[in-house]
């Protein structure tokens, strides 16, 4: 009981503040509508990413039984561990740069993306490994025995069976990718417009006006509302 | 300095909370239990006087510091009007920074033409959040060349380039620091003094600070 006092008791005091401000009028202000903007174009890139190289690793994690699938397994859930701002210096040591690959996209938004795909993928790839693992296994089997080879298994029946796990997976780590800051700050960079999202600009808004800062933090608060209720409506609908 | 002062302070023990100014002063602001604040500029002084942390009349300038442009050393910048250059990656504080401050306010000066400032600007890559940040990106090689005040660049040794801007157009940092209001005002003036003090002043200066000026 303490604990979930102490969870909800911050969300009740940062939603009950918006009655001395007009949430609108400061959401309706550039810097806002951009930051806003730049945090719904990137996340939606990086669930999209997420969702295209996720769900077929998380099928072969969840179908190999080798050591080395375990130990892949591991890495691939490190980021969670991971502070985000020791993420953000890896990438920059990897992707800078200077770094080891010499590439030009630190201050870009592709780098906001990058990040946000480090942080949040290891959620998507928890949620989908574990829902194919609960997939009946003779029913792959049969299909096997019926002809249908890996490609289809995973296309035809592994995906639209585990479809609402995997969607519920998806909005939690939309989430986590809305809330990323440390990484982004390091990798990316801050400018408006560009790699300045909702959490950069809270933390400016700060300085630069409380009243900006709070609406942000109550939008994205919002967001991350949305994105873990609908995951776990999904995931409990899938069992 | 923290080493001299508890050595002759044998009751006192020192912590310190390095940060942007900004985000210091916010933190007094809200209950954060500090016996001292040194401050970047007036402003975020400012703002601990109006939270009651500390008194106006204990505030007193501590030293002064410039801004630098630090270069990465493959970058071809060799003077300020290389800013304006195409292609020229150039990493700022934000302004809500006082460094950031500072920078913009120095750009102003040497923007004689709108274009230039405009050119400049363009150039930006990112604001970041505190001026350390801004050396780190440049240590890099992410930025070419950034904004930061003196005592960073020196700090970096001889892995960077330095370019001084004009000294008749550079704008200088004035540094604050006051005890603030609370159970050990008195070891926390004490420090304070010591930093006024010639020993505080001299390993002040050994990193690169400027002397405070004696009007306040």
Known sequence: MPLALFLSFPLLALVSEARSFNLLHELSQPSAVQAVLLTLGTTVCSVLLCALFGTPLSFWLARTETRFARFLELLMELPIALPPAAAGVALLLAFGRHGHLGLNVSFTVFAVILAQVFVASPFFLKAATNAFRDQSREMFGVAETDGANEWERFWKLAVPIGWRSLMGGLAITWARAAGEFGATIIFAGNFPGRTETMPLAIYLGFERDLNQANALAIVLSGCAVVGLGLGKVLTSAAR | ?216
């Open chain 2, 1 to 216: 300095m923290a080493e001299r002062f508890e050595f002759s302070h044998t009751d006192t023990k020192l912590t310190f909370n390095f940060g942007g100014s900004q985000q210091l002063a916010q933190s007094i602001r809200a209950g954060a239990p500090a016996d001292v604040f040194a401050s970047a500029d007036e402003k975020q002084m400012k703002v601990a006087v109006d939270a009651g942390s500390v008194s106006e009349r204990n505030v007193r300038e501590f030293a002064q510091n410039q801004l630098v442009l630090v270069v990465y050393p493959g970058s071809k910048v060799k003077s300020f009007e290389d800013l304006a250059k195409p292609g020229v990656r150039i990493v700022m504080a934000a302004k809500e920074v006082p460094a950031g401050k500072y920078s913009f306010a120095l750009l102003d000066k040497l923007s004689d033409k709108a274009s230039f400032r405009q050119s400049v600007m363009k150039n930006v890559v990112s604001y970041e959040l505190d001026v350390r940040s801004v050396l780190r990106k440049v240590q890099l090689g992410e930025g070419d060349v950034g904004f930061v005040y003196r005592t960073d660049a020196k700090s970096a040794g001889r892995k960077i380039r330095v370019v001084d801007f004009p000294s008749d157009l550079n704008v200088t940092a004035h540094y604050y620091i006051a005890p603030c209001k609370g159970k050990n005002g008195v070891d926390a003036s004490a420090f304070v003094d010591y930093v006024l003090s010639p020993a505080g002043q001299a390993a002040l200066g050994a990193h690169g600070f400027m002397a405070h000026s004696h009007a306040k």
